[in-house]
C-alpha cells in the first residue's frame, strides 16, 4: 500500500507543507529532469532507514542499465578521485552531473583531457552530499571471429501488425512498437473523423491490463478529435486491488492476450517509464497526427506511471491525465511535472489513497502549474469502469485534452 506523508488538517497537504519542501528543493544542486525524477522513484520506494544503510559501492543502491546502457543512480558522495573509482567499480565509462548553472557536464573515463578538465572544473571540491548522476555503461569489446549481435530495434520503432485473434475494435490499424528488452507492445490506433492533423493520445491501462474496455474508452477519446494509441504495455491481465507489487495474476473475459509485451515491473520504477516512452515515440510518429500534441491518459496503475513518464522521460508530452492514482512524494515529483495535469479521483479510494493526488496537486499549485483536479465524493478506485461515473470522467478527459491540445 501507498504511504502518503506530510498531510495537513482534513486530508489535505498545507500551503507551508509544500512551501518548506520547495525551500529544500532550491537548497539542492540543479538536476537534470530524469536524475532527480530518480532519486524522487528511489524515496518513494522507501529506501531502508538512510542512503547511508542502503549505499553500494559508493551509491545509493546498484546501478540498473537500460538496454540503451544508462543508469539514474545517486552518488553518495566524495572526492573527484573517490567519484572516479565509484564509476568505475559500477562499469560505466562516463557520468553525467549538473553543474550550478544547470549546464550537463560529463566525466569521461580515460577520455581527453579538455572534457574531463571541465568536469574537474565544474565539481572542484567533489560532492558534499547525495547527488543525482547518470552514468552511461562501459561498452562490451568484441571478441575476435565472433559474428556480433545485430542490433535491436530502435525503441519506439513500429510496423504494422494484424488484429489479435478474436479481438473486435473499431479500428482495424494494429502496430507492434518495439520496446526496451527485445519486448513489443502490440497497440491499436484508433483515428477521429478528417484528415487532421490531430493531436495524438497515449492510452495507459490500469494494473487489470490490456483489454477491450481501453479500445472502447480509446474510441470515446477518439471522438473528440484525437488520435489515441491504446497499447499493451506491461503484458498480463493482474487482480486491480492486489499487492501493486506482488499482483495476483487473472484471466478476463475482456483481457487481450500480449505474451510478447514488456514484464509488469514496479509502479515506479524507471524501466517501466521505459516502456511508456516507447509507446510515446511510437504516437508521435504516426501519420495525420501533430507530434507537438501529445497527450497522456493513464488509469490506475497506468495513472501513476503517466504522471512518473511526464516527470522523468525526456519525450515532449504536453498535457496528462491521471484517473485513480498518484505516487507518493507529491511536492518533489511536483518540482519535474511542467506538463499541464487533469487528476480525477474518489476520495474514498482504498488502493491509491487520494492524499497522494491532493499532495501533488497542491505542489503544482505552489509552483504555478497548469492543474486541474475533480474528487469524486464517497467513491473509491474504479470510477472509471465500476461506477456511473464513467461519462463524467470521459467528458472532463476529454474537455481537458481539447483545452490543452487544441490551438
Not at 477491450?212 to 477519446?221: A, K, N, R, V
Not at 475533480?374 to 481537458?400: C, K, Q, S
Request: charged share 10%; proline share 7%.
Amino acid at each position: 500500500m501507498w504511504v502518503a506523508s506530510d498531510v495537513g488538517p482534513g486530508g489535505r497537504v498545507s500551503q507551508g507543507q509544500v512551501l518548506s519542501e520547495l525551500e529544500v528543493q532550491v537548497a539542492m544542486p540543479t538536476l537534470t529532469r530524469r536524475a532527480l525524477a530518480a532519486a524522487v522513484l528511489a524515496v518513494a520506494l522507501g529506501l531502508p532507514g538512510s542512503f547511508a544503510e542502503a549505499q553500494t559501492a559508493g551509491l545509493a543502491s546498484p546501478p540498473v542499465f537500460s538496454n540503451l546502457g544508462h543508469a539514474y543512480v545517486v552518488f553518495m558522495g566524495g572526492s573527484l578521485d573517490e567519484f572516479e573509482a565509484v564509476v568505475v567499480a559500477n562499469g560505466a565509462s562516463r557520468a553525467w552531473a549538473q553543474d550550478a548553472t544547470g549546464q550537463l557536464v560529463v566525466l569521461a573515463i580515460g577520455g581527453p583531457a579538455f572534457v574531463n578538465d571541465r568536469f574537474r572544473a565544474a565539481f572542484p571540491a567533489g560532492f558534499a552530499g547525495a547527488t543525482a548522476i547518470v552514468l552511461t555503461r562501459a561498452s562490451q569489446p568484441t571478441i575476435a571471429g565472433t559474428t556480433p549481435t545485430p542490433a535491436p530495434p530502435t525503441v519506439g520503432s513500429w510496423t504494422t501488425t494484424q488484429a489479435p485473434s478474436g479481438v473486435t475494435s473499431s479500428s482495424a490499424e494494429w502496430i507492434a512498437v518495439a520496446a526496451p528488452d527485445g519486448k513489443t507492445i502490440l497497440a491499436n490506433v484508433i483515428r477521429p473523423d478528417g484528415a487532421g492533423p490531430h493531436p495524438v493520445v497515449v492510452l495507459l491501462h490500469g494494473q487489470s491490463g490490456f483489454s477491450t474496455d481501453f479500445l472502447d474508452l480509446g474510441e470515446e477519446i477518439a471522438d473528440a478529435g484525437n488520435v489515441v494509441l491504446v497499447g499493451c504495455w506491461f503484458a498480463g491481465n493482474y487482480d486491480g486491488a492486489s499487492d501493486p507489487d506482488v499482483p495476483t495474476p487473472v484471466t478476463l473475459p475482456e483481457g487481450i492476450p500480449c505474451p510478447d509485451g514488456p514484464t509488469l515491473k514496479a509502479v515506479t520504477s524507471t524501466a517501466a517509464i521505459d516502456d511508456v516512452a516507447a509507446l510515446v515515440v511510437a504516437a508521435k510518429t504516426l501519420s495525420g497526427v501533430r507530434s507537438d500534441r501529445v497527450g497522456l491518459v493513464g488509469n490506475s496503475r497506468g495513472s501513476i506511471v503517466g504522471l512518473l513518464t511526464g516527470a522523468a522521460s525526456t519525450e515532449s508530452i504536453q498535457a496528462i491525465v491521471a484517473i485513480g492514482g498518484a505516487p507518493p512524494g507529491g511536492p518533489l515529483l511536483a518540482a519535474q511535472i511542467t506538463e499541464a495535469v487533469l487528476l480525477l479521483q474518489g476520495d474514498a479510494d482504498s488502493v491509491v489513497p487520494v492524499v497522494n493526488a491532493q499532495s501533488l496537486e497542491a505542489g503544482l499549485i505552489a509552483l504555478g502549474r497548469t492543474v486541474e483536479s475533480h474528487y469524486y465524493p464517497n467513491h473509491g478506485h474504479g470510477i472509471l469502469f465500476d461506477t456511473p461515473l464513467h461519462a463524467d470522467a470521459v467528458t472532463r478527459t476529454t474537455t481537458f485534452l481539447s483545452a490543452q491540445l487544441g490551438d
